[in-house]
């Protein structure tokens, strides 16, 4: 990986060029790197495991000093792959309050914020598609099943034909 950031670059068993990789990535590719586990429900109801964390979903916080506390994200760096959580602040030597950032895979999405019609366009419509692949499976399976039951009922037809000629 001599280049400061090569979009065609694999993979590297080395940290260092990993670390390479995530710090040079421009801001579209970064972007990327802020998915979130989302819940069950929500794994069931979208299909995904994972989505992008957005300014204004709800999450829950799983690692840390905070774990198990829920909020909603207030602001979302792309650039340092961080969120900030709304009403959730450590407090300083000197008794002020100062703004936690967290990792994104270190919080579940409990609720996704629905302002954005095609935030999950593409995982319905890959959902659509799968139901209905699921769907032609099982018909051709069901027209399999009749064409063997009508094959066998002509072969028992004409063995008995035979029969009767002998």
Do not use: C
């Not at 916080?61 to 198990?68: A, V």
């Amino acid at each position: 990986m001599k280049a400061e950031f090569n979009k065609s670059w694999n993979r590297s068993v080395q940290p260092r060029k990993q670390v390479k990789f995530r710090a040079n990535a421009p801001a579209h590719i970064k972007r990327t790197f802020m998915g979130a586990n989302l819940d069950k429900a929500l794994r069931e109801k979208y299909g995904r495991r994972s989505v992008e964390v957005r300014k204004g979903d709800q999450v829950k916080i799983m690692r840390g000093k905070f774990s198990g506390k829920q909020g909603k994200v207030g602001v979302v760096d792309i650039k340092n792959t961080r969120i900030q959580v709304d009403g959730i602040q450590r407090a300083k030597i000197g008794g002020d309050k100062m703004i936690t950032w967290f990792h994104p895979s270190s919080v579940k999405i409990i609720i996704l914020n629905a302002d954005d019609k095609r935030r999950l366009k593409k995982a319905k419509v890959e959902n659509a598609k799968a139901e209905e692949k699921a769907e032609e499976v099982k018909e051709t399976a069901e027209k399999k099943k009749i064409v063997s039951k009508t094959a066998k009922v002509k072969t028992s037809t004409k063995k008995i034909a035979k029969e009767k000629n002998e």
